[in-house]
């Protein structure tokens, strides 16, 4: 009709309010006067069996705390490889082939190689398995990995890569020995 007056917008808003309760939009979420509890129109209880949602920080640490410097921070853990930090494998060359004799309980003749790694430090490599074909000036891949019952020796030489060959006639664990799968005769 062309007669009816338009309604303010503030009007119309307090109407709203009086009808439907405050809304989001006409509040701030940091608004002083209300808590952000009062502004979540769908808000219900927890269930019994149901952990209720916390924003509450941990306890801070009080200052007698700090004064007693009762914070101490964890020991850094000593890696099990130290050449071969942030790397699984480097390329070596060797320089002597050896063998070593086990700790205590174990009596053997344990296959070991001393290897110049690419980045120019000396270590002490294990080569597993029966058999090897490494000497010296051979290219060999170094991976990280202790060997238990030799003292100071804290690589592995890496079995069918580059100059070391693999285990031969190896049936179980081959992927570790660098054996291909043998072929069946029928």
């Not at 000036?137 to 030799?150: A, I, K, P, W």
């Amino acid at each position: 009709m062309p007669g009816t007056p338009i309604p303010s917008p503030l009007l119309l808003s307090s109407l709203r309010t009086l009808a439907f309760g405050p809304s989001l939009r006409s509040h701030s979420i940091h608004s002083p006067i209300q808590p952000a509890a009062t502004l979540l129109h769908h808000h219900h209880p927890p269930h019994p069996g149901q952990k209720s949602f916390s924003t509450t920080p941990h306890r801070l640490t009080t200052l007698n705390q700090v004064l007693r410097k009762a914070r101490v921070p964890q020991r850094a853990r000593h890696p099990v490889s130290p050449a071969l930090v942030n790397r699984p494998h480097m390329k070596a060359v060797c320089l002597k082939v050896t063998t070593m004799k086990p700790k205590k309980p174990n009596s053997a003749e344990r296959k070991v190689a001393k290897v110049r790694l690419s980045s120019g430090r000396s270590v002490t490599c294990y080569i597993q398995g029966e058999g090897h074909n490494v000497q010296q000036h051979s290219v060999v891949l170094v991976r990280g990995g202790r060997s238990q019952d030799c003292p100071g020796v804290r690589y592995h030489l890496v079995r069918g890569a580059m100059d070391l060959g693999g285990v031969a006639q190896r049936q179980t664990s081959r992927s570790k020995y660098g054996t291909k799968k043998p072929k069946t005769g029928a």
